[in-house]
């Protein structure tokens, strides 16, 4: 992780926001000790420096450790190309990250910034030290949210002193063993970071490497907003009841975003107080922040809404995404504060509701019972993309799921733009044995894309090659019956007792059939927006079992273990909508 991390960081230098050349940085390594590097401008030697004190933190050195890119460009250079081999042969075990992280506050406080960190083990000495919780006898049960809530507040109190001081963390968790995501994830949460978590990250396997290489080389890289600030101010008799992401609420209504991130999704609840006799409301949102080239800016944005007292009106104007997004967030905020039933339970409640009251005022049955479920037009997709929610990782019912996996899923349910969200929730499935000529072709828009498929493993045929992909990951699922020249063209590998499920580069070969694939994977790959560079995974169907489960979840119109097929769904929508009275 650390030759990746460095090699990385040195091709990207020239990338990072800073034209006006006032960009500064450190670097601090950490196992038992804090590994501090002096990087002198104009030398290419640098030296380090140890502090082994873990309780009282202090800096070696009131300069050269916190250095201007430009002016101490080839000590860095240096300091990177030379950093994996400093620690390669080290067996110290010792990871104390909370004074590093105390360590790289003092150095950025009195200007504010961004921490990176990046952690390959559980932290488990000095300040912030973690212990191994993980108990798979709770997974399943009405204590599995206790695993998901934080192991201590050191990291949230810290959090909030860097809020303070405009410092934002983001963390990079890589582990074969239990990291406990849901404590470390904290930091992100009111900094205005981000969390990334690679579980089994090996860096010797190429996949793992570049994956890790794209996402990191693309955030040191991306600009940010720095020291914001934003209140969403609206018409007399509404206010802002609720809000949802990565932030500090500073007071009633005031957010504090030490780093505003380009890929990041905001979600704000509204109550009207009084009643509202206009013929519109106004919302208008201000951010205050600071530019990563030093400027300071505000950013406002006004939207003016048409008020209506007709619930026609109300309904057909009903933004799904919208509706969706906000329900995870707040799925996700019940599952921390209560128990994962009782999210599951008020994701149902909410969509009951939605489905009831548009059945008791739109709809000739009115209160009383309806053969089938009805739904708004524009609001069709919202049970899909709730059961997709219901069955997504961060809250599916299971005895199965680790609460690393489980917490992690959780912070991207919070954080995903829209764009992200949606096939998160909804993945997407293409048919890539039988596809149009076309597909994979380049045509007016780019790369041409399959028409993809119901999420229903009826779908999948034992001749075929069918692609599952939710942003996060892609499966390239190989039918048991796959005619051996599929498998050439596409594997380079003469038959399908030949192949080799799991975690591939797919090759680039000189045929047709293979290009349009590859070319429908990059596509994939490159079509939304985010740092996010999904790994592909080969899965045949009679392969191993773990690996096609994951694969078969994906498709979340099946029945689940004992969560519902899509058709169920329905219809216990339809039977608790004709139960209740609204």
């Keep these: 992780m650390v030759a990746t991390a460095a090699r990385t960081l040195l091709e990207s230098l020239d990338r990072l926001p800073n034209d006006d050349s006032r960009t500064k940085i450190s670097i601090i390594a950490v196992d038992s000790c804090l590994h501090f590097f002096t990087l002198t401008a104009g030398s290419t030697e640098p030296s380090m420096l140890v502090v082994g004190d873990l309780d009282d933190v202090f800096l070696p050195k009131p300069n050269d450790i916190l250095v201007n890119l430009v002016e101490a460009k080839a000590a860095i250079e240096s300091l990177l190309t030379r950093l994996s081999d400093m620690f390669k042969d080290t067996h110290n075990v010792g990871n104390a990250l909370g004074a590093a992280l105390q360590a790289a506050f003092k150095l950025i406080s009195h200007v504010g910034g961004k921490v990176i960190t990046l952690t390959a083990s559980l932290p488990n000495m000095g300040p912030g030290a973690l212990k191994n919780r993980e108990d798979p ?31 934002s963390v983001d963390m990079w968790l890589f582990s074969s063993a239990y990291t406990d995501v849901a404590t470390l994830s904290g930091l992100p ?40 600030v934003m209140r969403v101010r609206a018409s007399k008799g509404i206010r802002m009841s609720a809000f949802h992401g990565n932030f500090f609420v500073r007071s009633t209504d005031l957010l504090s975003l030490a780093a505003v991130p380009m890929d990041q999704s905001y979600a704000i609840e509204i109550q009207i107080e009084d009643p509202i006799s206009a013929p519109f409301v106004v919302f208008q949102t201000a951010v205050l922040h600071t530019t990563c080239y030093g400027e300071r800016r505000i950013r406002v944005i006004t939207l003016a809404l048409p008020t209506t007292s007709s619930i026609s009106d109300l309904y057909a104007n009903v933004d799904t995404v919208a509706v969706a997004t906000l329900l995870a967030n707040k799925a996700v905020e019940r599952s921390m504060q209560s128990k994962l039933e009782d999210a599951r339970d008020a994701v149902m409640n909410k969509l009951v509701d939605i489905l009831g009251t548009y059945k008791a005022t739109m709809t000739s049955a009115g209160s009383g019972a309806s053969p089938q479920l009805v739904v708004a037009e524009n609001m069709k997709y919202l049970p899909l993309l709730m059961l997709g929610l219901l069955k997504h990782v961060g809250l599916r019912q299971s005895t199965m799921i680790p609460s690393d996996l489980r917490a992690y899923a959780q912070a991207l349910l919070t954080t995903l733009p829209s764009q992200l969200l949606v096939p998160y929730l909804h993945p997407v499935f293409y048919s890539l044995h039988n596809m149009p000529k076309e597909c994979g072709t380049i045509g007016d828009l780019g790369v041409v894309l399959p028409h993809p498929l119901p999420l229903s493993s009826e779908r999948l045929e034992r001749h075929g090659l069918f692609l599952i992909e939710d942003g996060q990951n892609i499966f390239l699922w190989v039918g048991r019956e796959a005619v051996p020249q599929l498998v050439v063209d596409v594997f380079d590998i003469p038959t399908y007792a030949d192949l080799r499920g799991g975690k591939q580069t797919l090759p680039q070969l000189e045929n047709a059939f293979s290009q349009r694939v590859n070319a429908i994977i990059g596509k994939v790959r490159e079509a939304r927006r985010g740092p996010y560079y999904p790994h592909l995974y080969v899965v045949k169907e009679d392969g191993e079992p773990s690996l096609r489960q994951w694969a078969l979840s994906c498709l979340i119109e099946d029945r689940m273990e004992q969560l519902p097929s899509y058709n169920q769904w329905i219809g216990q929508l339809k039977d608790k909508v004709n139960d209740k009275s609204f």
Excluded: M, W
């Design 137 to 167: 006898k709770l997974f399943g049960t009405t204590k599995e949210s206790t695993l998901l809530q934080a192991q201590t507040g050191f990291y949230k109190s810290f959090a909030i002193e860097c809020s303070r001081s405009q410092v």
């Design 189 to 228: 949460r009111y900094t205005g970071g981000q969390t990334y978590f690679y579980p089994s990250f090996n860096a010797s396997r190429s996949e793992d490497a570049l994956k890790f290489a794209h996402e990191f080389g693309t955030v040191v890289a991306d600009p940010i907003c720095l020291e914001a």
